[in-house]
């Protein structure tokens, strides 16, 4: 009976070693799989079924991009962002940020994204060699559409006071000069030079050269010269929606 008993023992002893010989083997074929621990995106797989893979790889078995937010760097230049602190709420950066309205992104193909985006970051100091500052925007990406490398443009609304805006089909570039054409009560046409300080859309945001109740040509600026006296058309006063794009 001793000796049945402790052949009994004995066994269930390699029953027990077995079963944490299947665990460890569970463990260990655990670690054949690779989970990601977000979605996204995988890259290039060098790595096929079968390769040898060691800790000491240095390249990764392929890269992970998390693409349901995408964000998106671009620039302000100093002039820009001194209206950026000069025109929005906020007694630091942090809190103007907050008071930002959202941003569009405009894609290679002139397309503006569907969704907008939010500016979350502020870099603390500007580029030497560029004299800009960068910023990041936060963009949701729930289709996919965005990747990471891709390029566009930050349609970013900034403030103007008391804004003069022409179109920008009204004036004509010479060398690196943009002239206007003025009408004189005489209806008597002459060639200005102006400064530009933006753009919003298709129109031209006025720095210098003319102001608010000048007269300017519109339309067929091809066909008039500086000094003619011609027949002006009044157009509607419009009121433009500035976006600095």
Known sequence: LKSAKAVFESAAANVE??????STANINLGY???KAPVSGFVGRLPKKQGSLVSNTDVAP??????AH???????LSEEDFIGFNTNYAGKSVSDRVNHLPAVSLVLPDNTVYAQQGKIDMV????????????????????KGLLRSGNT????????????????????VELQDKVFVFTVADSNKVKKMPIVISGKSG???????????GDRIVLSGLDRIAEGEVINPEKKDDKVAKLVTQ
């Open 17 to 22: 070693q077995a079963k944490a010989a299947v």
């Open 32 to 34: 054949t799989v690779i």
């Open 61 to 66: 078995l392929t890269l992970l991009s998390d």
């Open 69 to 75: 937010e995408v964000h998106i760097y671009f620039s």
């Open 123 to 142: 870099d603390g100091q500007f580029d030497k060699t560029t004299g800009s500052i960068s910023l990041r925007a936060t963009f949701p990406n729930a």
């Open 152 to 171: 566009g443009r930050i349609r970013l609304g900034l403030l103007h006071a008391d804004a003069l805006v022409i179109p920008q089909s009204a004036t």
């Open 202 to 212: 298709s129109n031209y945001l006025i720095k210098e050269g003319i102001k608010a």
